[in-house]
């Protein structure tokens, strides 16, 4: 119900410009050779945002956002405080609601298919799961039972060999959930708890991973193992938008970024370029300010930099 | 010693049935965070039908349908009001719950009367002998009955699909979401299950020794609701312990009235709140709660 009243205001807010033409409503026209192109090429493109707006009631959070994660990259997201990461990933995952918001303007799309007013559970049969900001695990739950939580809404054939296939790839990724298996999640560490977040998403057997600040409050240590396990999953075929306020950690993995500032897009282009950028450097690497630092030495320095002081 | 025994066995019969009720109230509450006021006219409704029916189709095919349209009723009122109104708090849902339980119960007592309707059980009046004492059949039915439902619903939900889903969204809501869990689904069959207990629950508030069915049932239903809030609104181990307290209570009281004579008569109808608010002044949350009433 919810989720018909919010695609409701979504289409009124929408209704002035008419759909793009080059994006058409999906069942509108019938299928010909050029609509397959249209379809393929769009399966293609990942992730896209399109003009994103959204907001807690008055409150207005985001600001024609427009951003794309093409299939098999990672792409991330920076910002400070309140900059409107989080919204971003609760209007792909249709959560707003929670929060007693809502997208007032724009869309967002999977593979051509549209995420925008779609209930939670339809985004993530379509193969788009979050991993929360502040992990969110179930604490009153075992560790075993939280994994089996996060395959609840798994796509496809929900068969028991699917599950224990998905179950046995994320006990090689994080084998200290296997030990800890019967254990209540409340009683793990933090980094656990965040492999255990991050090991319950990969439950549903993701297409694409959203990941809202995974290396909060962990210790550099814990934080580049979360890191490497990224690049991992991502190596092992699964696209990946990463939140981050640790610049440093997040340009190292992806291949392109955007830069979020009160809820509009600031800048964006390959990770490589913005981390060598000086206004990046400054705002966000907490670095650019010392005269002494070399110019252009971002790669090198880079292991080094500091998290970005919020 | 014999009549305090057969209070006891008695006691633990009705309060094993107070927890069936009990129960469907904390399954309600954990989906949905409801605290749902209208759950005696559910068991009233399931009663009802139990009643028209039996003698038309029998008494097992009349249960089944009693069983069946609470859970029916139940899911309804899920469908119609509690999820479309999810943005309003929960306090004000509980204060709905009012509403749908006046229109119930009114409608229900207008159609039974003064009437007394049999359940058409076919236990009816039989007494068993253990040594010196002697029981109800009927009220060992309902131990064994209750006592095998709560059972196979606490492995449920421990073990089923079903049970963490809705564990999940009673800890999480919205990282339940984000698993793809529907919490349209899941509240909506809390509702269903708890319809169907308390369904149960009836057909047991309603056979020997009670003369059966009558508007007063639903009153009797009531006593149950102190069960769940002692227990702890949010914990199934608690609504069992607080039918148990409540039912034992109840019957020990009502047993020694005579005995009791300064309390007054009816005591033993007055006993279970008290003893409510007795354990709520020592445990604000229940005695195996984790969330206060107040939260609500
Ligand atoms: N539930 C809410 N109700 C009202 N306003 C909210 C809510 N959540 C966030 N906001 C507001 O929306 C804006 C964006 O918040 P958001 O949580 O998306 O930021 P963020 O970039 O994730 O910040 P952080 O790094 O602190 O997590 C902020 O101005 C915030 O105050
Ligand atoms: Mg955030």
């Known amino acids: 119900m919810e989720a018909r009243r919010q695609e409701a205001r979504t289409d009124a807010h929408d209704s002035p410009p008419p759909a793009e033409p080059r994006d058409p409503p999906e069942p509108a026209r019938p299928a010909g050779p050029v609509r397959t192109a249209e379809a393929a090429e769009a399966a293609e493109a990942g992730l896209v945002v399109r003009d994103l707006a959204a907001g807690y009631g008055p409150v207005t959070a985001l600001r024609g956002v427009s951003l794309e994660v093409p299939r098999g990259s990672v792409v991330a997201v920076l910002g400070g405080n309140g900059a409107g990461k989080s919204t971003l990933l609760r209007a792909v995952s249709g959560t707003l609601r929670f929060h007693r918001g809502g997208i007032a303007a724009g869309e967002v799309s999977f593979g051509g298919r549209r995420l925008s007013g779609a209930d939670p559970s339809a985004v993530v049969a379509c193969g788009v799961v979050q991993v929360p900001e502040g992990r969110r695990i179930f604490a009153r739950m075992t560790v075993a039972e939280n994994l089996r939580a996060g395959a609840l809404g798994a796509r496809g054939a929900r068969g028991r060999r699917a599950a224990a296939e998905a179950r046995d790839r994320v006990l090689t990724l994080f084998p200290v959930l296997a030990e800890r298996a019967r254990q209540r999640a409340g009683l793990l560490s933090g980094g656990e708890q965040q492999m255990l977040a991050i090991g319950r998403a990969l439950m549903a057997r993701p297409v694409m991973l959203l990941l809202d600040e995974p290396t909060l409050g962990l210790a550099p240590m814990a934080a580049a193992r979360i890191a490497d396990t990224v690049r991992e999953i991502n190596a092992q075929g699964t696209t990946v938008l990463l939140v981050e306020q640790n610049a440093a950690m997040a340009l190292s993995l992806a291949r392109h970024a955007y830069v979020l500032e009160v809820g509009e897009v600031a800048l964006s282009g390959p990770a490589a370029e913005l981390a060598a950028s000086d206004e990046v450097r400054r705002r966000y690497l907490g670095i650019g300010d010392d005269p002494a630092a070399p110019a252009g030495g971002a790669p090198a320095t880079r292991p080094a930099l500091a998290r970005w002081p919020g | ?296």
């Open chain 2, 1 to 296: 010693m014999t009549t305090f025994l057969e209070l006891l066995v008695n006691g633990v019969s009705i309060g094993a049935v107070y927890a069936l009720i009990a129960l469907g109230f904390v399954i309600i509450f954990r989906a949905t965070e409801v605290v749902n006021f209208a759950h005696a006219s559910l068991l009233l409704a399931g009663g009802y039908v139990v009643a028209r029916l039996h003698p038309s189709i029998g008494f097992w095919a009349a249960l089944a349908a009693g069983v069946a349209a609470a859970a029916a009723v139940g899911a309804l009122v899920e469908f119609l009001i509690i999820r479309r109104a999810n943005t309003a708090s929960h306090g004000v849902l509980a204060i709905v719950t009012i509403g749908v339980d006046i229109v119930l119960t009114t409608e229900l007592t207008r159609r039974i009367g003064t009437d007394v309707l049999a359940l058409g059980d076919p236990w009816r009046d039989r007494v068993v002998r253990l040594g010196p004492v002697s029981v109800a059949e009927t009220r060992l039915v309902a131990l064994a009955v209750a006592a095998a439902l709560i059972a196979a619903f606490l492995l449920a939900f421990r073990h089923t699909g079903w049970g963490v889903a809705m564990r999940a969204t009673a800890e999480d809501a919205e990282a339940a979401a984000l698993m793809g869990v529907r919490r349209g689904r899941v509240s909506m069959g809390a509702w269903a299950v708890a319809g169907a207990l308390a369904a149960v629950a009836a057909l047991f508030l309603c056979v020997f020794p009670t003369p059966g069915l009558d508007r007063g049932t639903a009153f009797a239903a009531m006593k149950a609701f102190p069960a769940a809030i002692l227990g702890g609104l949010d914990s199934t181990t608690g609504a069992l312990a607080g039918g148990l307290v409540i039912g034992v209570t109840e019957t020990l009281v009502t047993g020694y009235q005579n005995d009791l004579a300064f309390l007054g008569r009816g005591a033993g109808d007055v006993a279970p709140f008290l003893v409510m608010v007795v354990v709520l002044l020592i445990r604000p949350a229940g005695l195996f709660g984790t969330k206060e009433p107040a939260r609500v």
